[in-house]
């Protein structure tokens, strides 16, 4: 049973649109992070929420914390090419050392 | 800082033979995470150490599996024998503490097993 559910798992879209990509748990977690990782590398932390309802704006990245810390989004605005990658979401379920990752949502932005 | 630095990138062997992933961490970190990733299973957190002190192994597929931190500037997984099924990608990652702690991860061991 995968504990953070991450949709949609593939998404292609057009440079300059919009899209949202969602992870979801029946968990409480103490944080969620948000990383992107390109082919042949590691993932790259992008953002850290832990409060409930947090928003936090990376440029067009807008990431928001479920009220209940149990699900996250994250929405960009005028999707590019350069955007293009395998988006992680990551919970800490237990204020403790371990994360858990989703599956990923694999974005291709096309020119 | 050359941040998380893992050898080799790429590693085939075939099966029944062993294999050793090596990872340095990044300078002054205290904590030390292998992780696998497949198509599959995506991510999975195999162990991690504390201060060089293994603190959670369950993540470890079998006995075949074995991680060591020597020192806190070094980290192997070592899987004797392997199997095809553990073809994936490992990843290292370190970070200064543990819990919502940034982590910074390497750039990977992708291992065939034939």
């Known amino acids: 049973t995968q504990l953070l559910e991450q949709s949609p798992q593939f998404l292609s879209i057009q440079e300059g649109e919009n899209l949202t990509v969602y992870c979801n748990s029946s968990?409480?977690?103490?944080?969620l992070q948000w990383y992107r990782q390109e082919p042949g590398e590691g993932p790259v932390l992008l953002v850290t929420v832990v409060t409930g309802g947090e928003v936090k704006k990376l440029k067009r990245l807008t990431f928001q914390f479920g009220d209940a810390r149990k699900d996250s989004s994250l929405h960009i605005t005028a999707a590019q090419p350069g955007d293009t990658g395998l988006y992680l979401c990551?919970?800490?379920?237990?204020?403790?050392?371990?994360?858990?990752f989703g599956e990923g949502t694999q974005l291709t932005v096309n020119p | 800082d050359a941040g998380v630095i893992q050898s080799p990138r790429h590693e085939v062997t075939e099966m029944g033979q062993e294999v050793t992933l090596r990872c340095k961490p990044i300078s002054g970190h205290d904590y030390l995470f292998w992780y696998r990733q497949t198509m599959m299973r995506g991510l999975e957190l195999l162990i991690y150490f504390n201060n060089n002190v293994p603190i959670d192994d369950s993540g470890m597929p079998e006995d075949r599996f074995s991680a060591k931190m020597p020192n806190a500037s070094f980290s192997t997984l070592k899987i004797q024998p392997s199997e095809p099924r553990d073809s994936a990608v490992y990843f290292c990652?370190?970070?200064?503490?543990?819990?919502?702690?940034?982590?910074?991860f390497g750039s990977g061991t992708q291992l065939s097993v034939l």
């Open positions: 968990s409480v977690f103490s944080s």
């Open positions: 990652a370190s970070s200064l503490a543990g819990g919502e702690e940034k982590l910074f």
């Open positions: 990551a919970g800490d379920e237990t204020s403790g050392s371990r994360l858990t």
